[in-house]
């Protein structure tokens, strides 16, 4: 199962927005401040397990753990009203609703199905400062999630061994989609701990000398080794990342992404990302040859006469490849 559509009503600064024909491939842009890290925090709200949408207030944005409910949780609705908004889609839907006795709560279902209101996804009280119910954070779907900020080196690393004892065939995938894309010198990665050192990492060989470990090898490596990572060991029904263009450099961009899509479409993941870079965009739209099917800008704008309201758009490449071939602004 994919998602079809996404609305948001009252979330964070979005009064009513819906995204209609999604793609195997998203990218959500616009301008600072109109709801794109939005945008992916209502994906973790409908789809996160248990760990995800309790880490949730310091996944893409800083946040002072004490204070989770007075600078997170409690502004989730427009205006900070927590208990107004909804988030839904063809597959799942969660709705915020407040109780009377200081209590507010959380609620997700899959699609269709009416709320219960004994058992919240998540509940709130001044007692308790957020209590996720794990048997209640069950979703359809397997989610993935990427903030900016580089994952620690190994996590990275123990994924990767995850894929190479398991499916050699991805590990040689992952190796040819790095050569081809970010450092064409690489021969081979593999897991491990040489004489003195105390962790095992990835390391490179690029061929000419000892092997390097993957730390070493600048950020658009360390990026796009841990994105392929993610896809081929835990294997996600949706992928969320949150400038996908950190660390890469522009050049490389469209041989990034057609990687990418290829191992999207091997793999059956749908992925959510945010970038702030034309060069990025353009070159998503380069790489995705002309198939009208699988990538979709989902862009948000304030309203030019009422900048308190936020409008979703939905541009298929066709239109986004004449929009940037005739200079006009797509960010």
Excluded at 121 to 133: C, V, Y
Excluded at 308 to 321: K, L, Q, R, S
């Amino acid at each position: 199962m994919k998602i079809d559509f996404l609305q948001l009503d009252h979330f964070r600064g979005l009064k009513s927005v819906r995204f209609d024909g999604l793609g195997r491939i998203n990218l959500v842009v616009g301008g600072n401040n109109t709801g794109k890290t939005s945008v992916l925090e209502a994906l973790c709200l409908l789809f996160g397990d248990h760990a995800q949408v309790q880490s949730l207030p310091g996944t893409f944005r800083q946040n002072v753990k004490k204070d989770d409910w007075q600078a997170f949780w409690r502004l989730l609705g427009l205006r900070g009203e927590f208990d107004e908004f909804m988030i839904s889609s063809n597959a799942t839907k969660v709705e915020a609703k407040f109780n009377r006795k200081k209590q507010t709560a959380l609620f997700r279902t899959k699609a269709n199905e009416q709320f219960n209101q004994e058992h919240p996804f998540i509940l709130f009280q001044e007692s308790n400062r957020g209590h996720i119910d794990a048997n209640q954070s069950k979703s359809v779907l397997k989610l993935s999630v990427l903030p900016t900020t580089q994952p620690d080196p190994l996590t990275t690393s123990r994924l990767f061994n995850e894929i190479a004892p398991l499916n050699p065939e991805n590990e040689t995938k992952l190796e040819e989609l790095l050569c081809a894309s970010i450092e064409p010198r690489l021969r081979r990665l593999r897991y491990a701990k040489p004489k003195g050192a105390e962790e095992h990492l990835v390391y490179a060989d690029l061929g000419n000398g000892p092997m390097v470990p993957f730390t070493q090898m600048g950020q658009a490596f360390a990026r796009a080794l841990h994105i392929y990572c993610e896809i081929f060991a835990l294997q996600p029904d949706i992928l969320l990342v949150d400038e996908i263009e950190n660390g890469l450099y522009y050049g490389g961009l469209e041989d990034f992404w057609k990687g990418l899509i290829a191992v999207l479409e091997d793999q059956d993941v749908q992925l959510f990302a945010t970038t702030h870079s034309r060069e990025c965009m353009e070159a998503a739209c380069k790489a995705n040859q002309g198939d009208k099917t699988s990538l979709r800008y989902l862009r948000l704008d304030r309203k030019a006469k009422d900048p308190e309201t936020i409008v979703g758009t939905v541009f298929n490449d066709e239109t986004m490849a004449a929009a940037l071939e005739s200079g006009r602004e797509m960010r």
